[in-house]
């Protein structure tokens, strides 16, 4: 007797198309945990630079008193400048912004551990939001990115792998390898956007002069050659024309190939490992080159979303499982969490469940987005059309505004330091930056050495173009109040009389020409009584 042959099932179209979109946005639990243990490693340490200069950044003593951050931000604005927010503005003393620095920094180790993780992932945004709306000044792309990709975060199962919640969770629900909606879309489009839309502002013309992207391959000479950024690395790198003009190709090539690449049919898998690691490089390379601060971390971090759970695999054969490892952390810091459970009386459990409404308005939330880099990059003239500026607020109150014209479309060909000098009232001149060292008139070695922090370096950068200039009598007062305070020992003839702010102006000639002499630009002089 014959045996009937085994017919094969074959998918359904409907089900090839569900399996590709799996394949092309679905989230890896474990790409997602690494993703929050690296955002909040990165807020821990972004809450320590901003916190050791609290007081200039963010009291009323600083550099924006809340008064002046009104006035420059906010008063005669109507596209939206008015709808930030912040809780750093209920007070301007410094005990007050230490205490909000140490409750972000709270819920950031809550996150890196996976404990409450829905609620210290919302807590991290909201602080981190209005910690950024308190002071615009210091902030840089890395920023905006941090904030924007955070907030589409919050809408997935941030503690579903390698968190206390996970490991303490009583019935330990059972939770897909990968998760697929609205949230990880937009997480991943957000990222591929900064580049493609950077890419955008890299190919304009600026009264018609063409791009040095495009043109010549000279952008990474003149980015190189913004001291206030180029480390000693940068300085060394710039003696190899051939090399610059590799690098600058480089750079064009990668940023457009890269984010179309990750969403590829076809071996997606290893196509996604290959860019991740193309731009781990790429960054690490910027930071060695060029003072960023935490802008090549952020970037790498947010790239961790498109890894495959093959590359977990891979790593746990490797190096082992660090689940256990979690699970005894979570063991061992139940004594210092039983004040915090007493306030909260269920335990989170990772889940995650999608609502159609959520879905919806995250989509619309991503739509608004590409709207709004369109028109910030003008393309084709259709910025009214695609976003009128009325609309501004909900990006700005959401943290969603967003411009990525990172050295473009023409790296900046103007640059230098600045000289800080103050007048005593018994004429003494002092140099009101570096108390201990004399006035800098001539170049340094290392120009980025000059500034404290990146915070520093983005602020001081920000206050030498005319845009920020109504910004600069608020820095003199800033200066003279931490001279008078500190060096002055309360004698009226060792107090600030006139602060200075001059600025070395260098030229950077095309390549192959050569350095001219910097020049003495004085931006404000202001006098005291």
Request: charged content about 20%; proline content about 6%.
């Amino acid at each position: 007797m014959g045996v009937a042959p085994v017919m094969k099932m074959s998918t359904t179209p409907g089900q090839r198309a569900a399996d590709m979109l799996a394949a092309l946005f679905g989230v890896d639990l474990r790409s997602l945990a690494a993703f929050r243990i690296g955002v909040a490693g990165i807020v821990l340490l972004d809450l320590w630079y901003r916190g050791i200069y609290a007081n200039a950044f963010f009291t009323d003593n600083g550099v924006l008193p809340r008064t002046a951050r009104v006035e420059l931000f906010e008063l005669g604005d109507k596209f939206g400048f008015r709808h930030m927010w912040s809780l750093h503005m209920m007070s301007g003393a410094y005990w007050a912004q230490m205490l909000l620095l140490l409750v972000a920094a709270l819920f950031a180790f809550w996150m890196l551990i996976g404990y409450r993780t829905r609620l210290a992932a919302i807590a991290t945004w909201i602080l981190l939001v209005s910690l950024d709306a308190r002071n615009p000044a210091i902030l840089n792309s890395g920023d905006v990115l941090f904030r924007c990709t955070l907030l589409f975060a919050l809408f997935l199962p941030l503690g579903a792998k390698w968190s206390v919640d996970r490991s303490r969770s009583a019935d330990k629900p059972v939770v897909p390898d990968r998760v697929l909606s609205m949230a990880g879309v937009a997480m991943m489009l957000q990222l591929c956007m900064m580049y493609l839309f950077s890419i955008a502002f890299k190919a304009k013309e600026v009264d018609g002069v063409p791009s040095p992207w495009f043109h010549g391959a000279a952008a990474v000479y003149y980015a190189l050659n913004c001291d206030a950024y180029t480390t000693a690395v940068g300085n060394w790198v710039r003696q190899f024309p051939r090399i610059m003009q590799s690098m600058t190709i480089g750079t064009l090539l990668l940023e457009v190939i890269g984010p179309i690449a990750v969403f590829s049919p076809i071996l997606t898998k290893p196509i996604r490992v290959l860019v991740f690691i193309a731009f781990a490089v790429f960054h690490i390379g910027l930071a060695v080159t060029l003072s960023l601060g935490l802008f090549p971390a952020i970037c790498i971090v947010c790239w961790l979303p498109f890894l495959p759970g093959e590359f977990w695999d891979y790593m746990k054969g490797r190096a082992g499982n660090v689940s256990p490892l979690l699970e005894r952390l979570g063991g061992s810091i139940r004594g210092l969490t039983s004040a915090a459970r007493r306030w909260f009386s269920k335990q989170e459990t990772p889940s995650f469940r999608r609502r159609w409404y959520v879905e919806a308005a995250i989509g619309l939330t991503l739509v608004y987005v590409l709207l709004w880099n369109i028109r910030e990059t003008d393309v084709k003239r259709l910025a009214d059309r695609t976003l009128p500026l009325a609309f501004n607020g909900p990006a700005r109150a959401l943290g969603l505004d967003q411009n990525w014209s990172m050295f473009a479309p023409i790296p900046r060909t103007e640059d230098g330091w600045l000289v800080m000098r103050g007048t005593l009232h018994n004429e003494e001149v002092v140099n009101l930056w570096q108390f201990d060292k004399p006035l800098p008139w001539a170049k340094p070695d290392v120009v980025s050495k000059l500034y404290l922090t990146q915070r520093w370096r983005k602020y001081l950068d920000n206050i030498t173009a005319d845009s920020y200039a109504t910004h600069r009598m608020y820095l003199c007062n800033w200066l003279a109040w931490r001279w008078d305070e500190q060096q002055s020992d309360g004698q009226l003839q060792r107090q600030v009389h006139k602060v200075e702010l001059i600025q070395r102006l260098e030229i950077t000639p095309p390549p192959g020409k050569p350095v001219p002499e910097p020049e003495t630009r004085v931006l404000w002089t202001w006098y005291y009584e």
